[in-house]
């Protein structure tokens, strides 16, 4: 698995390092399952520093930190939909009872990222339509094919998810359907107040 840090630098982000996991043998792996150690590449000098791992103090350290990162991380994606604190406990303990479970780190199955209900977003990609008049406000049966046919482009390519999610409106219109009150100047003012 190889990625890259960025940072910002006047608002414009710029790659900064490339992080690497390694093998046993320090071949570049892509899986964290099959990982041994990590290589950190600093991009401006191509200075590399690799790690690994071995002495038993310093894994428990670093997972610990890696866990503690996990629990942050899965809390902070809960949030972005707006999770419950319920919520953000549940994504945390089911990921971590899918590693204990599955030896894997991640299910390479689901959806990267949050998780969403296909068929509600599908419905919202509808009433958006309608809303825009693609599809006809009184037509049940064109907007039932449509968002059946939404439900089936999601479902067979994940990447679609997002190209609904970013289509004005959609992503406002799923959280009403999901009972969640969606932010208004108001609360602004509220925060200022």
Not at 62 to 69: E, K, V
Not at 138 to 167: C, H, L, P, S, W
Request: glycine content about 6%; some cysteine.
């Amino acid at each position: 698995m190889t990625d890259v840090a960025s940072t910002e630098d006047d608002g414009k982000k710029r790659a900064v390092a490339k992080h690497a996991l390694l093998a046993a043998d320090g071949a570049v792996v892509e899986d964290f399952e099959d990982a041994h150690g990590i290589r950190y590449t600093d991009l401006a000098s191509n200075l590399t520093f690799d790690y690994m791992l071995g002495n038993a103090n310093t894994l428990r350290m670093l997972a610990c930190f890696g866990a503690r990162t996990l629990a942050t991380n899965e809390a902070s994606a809960s949030r972005q939909k707006d999770g419950s604190s319920q919520d953000q406990i549940d994504a945390i303990r089911e990921r971590f009872e899918y590693m204990d479970r599955e030896n894997a780190w991640v299910d390479r199955q689901r959806e990267v990222g949050a998780r969403w209900d296909i068929p509600t977003l599908a419905k919202a990609a509808v009433l958006v339509s309608i809303a825009a008049g693609k599809i006809p406000a009184n037509d049940a049966q064109k907007a039932g094919e449509a968002e059946a046919r939404f439900t089936d482009i999601m479902t067979q390519d994940k990447a679609k998810v997002a190209a609904i999610r970013a289509v004005d409106g959609v992503e406002a219109e799923y959280k009403k359907l999901q009972g969640k009150t969606a932010k208004t100047a108001d609360d602004l003012a509220a925060m200022l107040a």
